[in-house]
């Protein structure tokens, strides 16, 4: 299985929709999880509103801090948004969304929108890396 982390600094929105949308998307073969460098209270209620609204349900979300164990699990680091250090990660991607805190709910919609398209993009990748992976040991297993 292939486990995927999302961090960011609170755990209370950008990173939990990304898990939501991830496992909303995916089958057996992976899986997501999220995470903060500053973890915080609870779930954002506008973001919960937001991804229910596309029928995802983000209610249970406990938000959690980064651990060295949770990191030493996952297979694909992404970062939510420039506001997190990347090199204590060495993630494979840092995604550029801004903590929307405050803002409009229509700003809400429009991260769930933009993260839904990433996450997408990401499972492709990911489906791609391991199927070029699984040809590769089938030829090198044909050639024994």
Same mark, same amino acid.
């Not at 949770?70 to 990347?86: E, S, T």
């Not at 990748?125 to 090198?140: C, F, G, K, L, P």
């Given at each position: 299985?292939?486990?995927?982390?999302?961090?960011?600094?609170?755990?209370?929105?950008?990173?939990?929709?990304?898990?939501?949308?991830?496992?909303?998307?995916?089958?057996?073969?992976?899986?997501?999880?999220?995470?903060?460098?500053?973890?915080?209270?609870?779930?954002?209620?506008?973001? $919960?509103? =937001? !991804?229910?609204?596309?029928? /995802?349900?983000? &209610?249970?979300?406990? +938000? *959690?801090? @980064?651990?060295?164990?949770?990191?030493?699990?996952?297979? $694909?680091? =992404? !970062?939510?948004?420039?506001? /997190?250090?990347? &090199?204590?990660?060495? +993630? *494979?991607? @840092?995604?550029?969304?801004?903590?929307?805190?405050?803002?409009?709910?229509?700003?809400?919609?429009?991260?769930?929108?933009?993260?839904?398209?990433?996450?997408?993009?990401?499972?492709?990748?990911?489906?791609?890396?391991?199927?070029?992976?699984?040809?590769?040991?089938?030829?090198?297993?044909?050639?024994?």
């Amino acid at each position: 299985m292939i486990r995927v982390l999302f961090i960011d600094a609170r755990n209370t929105a950008r990173s939990p929709m990304a898990e939501a949308l991830f496992n909303h998307l995916t089958g057996e073969s992976m899986r997501a999880y999220s995470c903060g460098t500053m973890s915080n209270g609870k779930v954002d209620p506008i973001a $919960v509103k =937001v !991804l229910k609204e596309i029928g /995802v349900d983000l &209610r249970h979300h406990v +938000p *959690r801090p @980064v651990t060295q164990q949770i990191l030493a699990d996952a297979d $694909v680091v =992404v !970062l939510m948004g420039k506001d /997190v250090y990347p &090199r204590a990660f060495s +993630p *494979r991607a @840092v995604w550029d969304f801004r903590d929307p805190t405050g803002q409009s709910i229509s700003s809400y919609r429009e991260l769930r929108d933009g993260i839904r398209l990433n996450v997408l993009k990401l499972i492709a990748e990911i489906r791609r890396t391991a199927s070029e992976s699984r040809e590769v040991d089938q030829h090198i297993a044909a050639s024994f």
